[in-house]
């Protein structure tokens, strides 16, 4: 079956039309390309392609730069150039604010990052028979990679040294790792039974500072990071942004968020280790809702720098349910979700309780206009949203938008466009 894309969707898939005009995604395409679909599957009533071959490239595509693309699903915008991937990404951004949030001539500003500050943080796939790499966009295959243009250096400077190591791998395994600014790279091995060699080998290489693995450790398998002058440790899978030079922005929405609107009192709903907290005003009185013990230990380490900081130890949606968190009195809500969006609890308590600002980031598209859709019962934007293509290559992008509630009387001055 002969298709021509028609657009680039939420995911990094291309969307296209069959002959009796059901929609077929397709994986690794972007708008132009007219590909031949032997196989697909379908899945809730959606075609997905399964196996398809380029007929005619989109003049949007330029000489492949990755010898792994398109088999590997880690970045499915390296076939285009760096203005056509910002188009793509602003047009589906558009689509799917307009098709779910209901959002029409809503202004925006891009901002843009190297490629090679993208990923401090990230998975590997390890197999005893299929080496170390990543799945494609498509399934579970594993497929095997050298080098990787969005792995930042270290990373890359020891694929080598790992590729030595496969002997001793699992049949499946997934090697998590994180990287600190002056190169040291700490991993976390999750696998289903314990393998102290394989450990001890991963720790030994050069640059790694140490290996966790089933609650044992080889060496010290943390990065330390320093947020605004708190310091911090971090495991290989802690939550935090994977591109640090996006970092200060994200300090800097917060910080002058806050002053803008005055807000003292202030709930960080997704705390994590305290990366957004850190950006608050010292006088600020602040709650925090964090279920992962090992960020809350973190946490508890800022309490000497603020007036008041109170740790609710669960989600965002218990704090709500369980009056964690004091919301009439709070001034401003940040919002800091994972790629599923907002707990439903949680939006509905936004929604019907005075709270007048929230600071809302989103990394997925599709979850964050959901729950703007709903937000924007009782809240207006604030300024334009703020895209930030912090994972370049991908069809990864953070989002950022300011709120104010509709009902309210307050201190800042409402864009025309909002």
């Not at 492949?64 to 188009?87: I, M, Q, Y």
């Not at 330390?224 to 802690?238: Q, T, Y």
């Not at 602040?286 to 720098?305: F, G, M, T």
């Amino acid at each position: 079956m002969r298709v021509e894309i028609k657009k680039w969707v939420n995911g990094g898939w291309g969307l296209g039309y069959q002959d009796d005009g059901k929609v077929v995604f397709c994986a690794n395409c972007v708008p132009g390309d007219i590909v031949e679909i032997a196989r697909f599957s379908k899945k809730k009533g959606v075609h997905w392609a399964e196996d398809s071959v380029l007929l005619e490239p989109s003049p949007l595509r330029q000489p492949r730069t990755c010898a792994h693309f398109p088999k590997c699903g880690g970045c499915n915008l390296l076939s285009v150039d760096a203005p056509g991937e910002a188009s793509l990404k602003q047009d589906m951004v558009r689509d799917v604010l307009l098709r779910t949030a209901k959002l029409n001539d809503i202004d925006w500003v891009w901002r843009d990052f190297a490629l090679d500050a993208s990923r401090w943080r990230g998975r590997l796939q390890v197999s005893r028979r299929a080496g170390i790499g990543f799945f494609n966009q498509a399934g579970n295959q594993l497929v095997p990679i050298q080098f990787c243009r969005i792995l930042a250096n270290p990373m890359n400077d020891l694929l080598s040294a790992l590729q030595q190591l496969q002997p001793k791998f699992p049949e499946s395994a997934s090697l998590f790792f994180a990287i600190q600014k002056d190169q040291q790279v700490a991993f976390e091995l999750e696998c289903e039974s314990l393998n102290p060699s394989l450990c001890a080998a991963l720790a030994e290489l050069p640059g790694v500072s140490g290996v966790l693995c089933q609650t044992r450790n080889w060496g010290e398998p943390w990065i330390e990071a320093d947020w605004n002058g708190f310091h911090v440790r971090l495991s290989p899978r802690a939550f935090f942004q994977a591109n640090l030079a996006s970092w200060p922005f994200f300090w800097q929405a917060v910080s002058q968020f806050q002053t803008s609107v005055q807000a003292r009192s202030v709930w960080d709903a997704h705390a994590g280790s305290g990366f957004l907290i850190t950006a608050l005003a010292k006088s600020s009185l602040v709650w925090a809702s964090e279920p992962e013990s090992a960020a809350i230990l973190n946490l508890q380490k800022l309490q000497d720098r603020f007036e008041q900081l109170q740790i609710w130890p669960g989600t965002a949606g218990s704090a709500v349910k369980r009056d964690g968190v004091p919301l009439e009195k709070l001034d401003l809500v940040l919002l800091d979700p994972p790629r599923s969006g907002l707990e439903p609890e949680l939006v509905d308590q936004l929604v019907n309780r005075p709270v007048p600002y929230v600071l809302f980031f989103g990394c997925d598209t599709a979850a964050f206009a959901r729950d703007l859709r709903k937000l924007s019962e009782a809240y207006r934007i604030l300024e334009p949203i703020q895209i930030w293509n912090t994972n370049p290559g991908s069809a990864r992008l953070e989002l950022v938008v300011k709120l104010v509630r509709k009902d309210a009387d307050l201190p800042v001055k409402v864009s025309q466009n909002a």
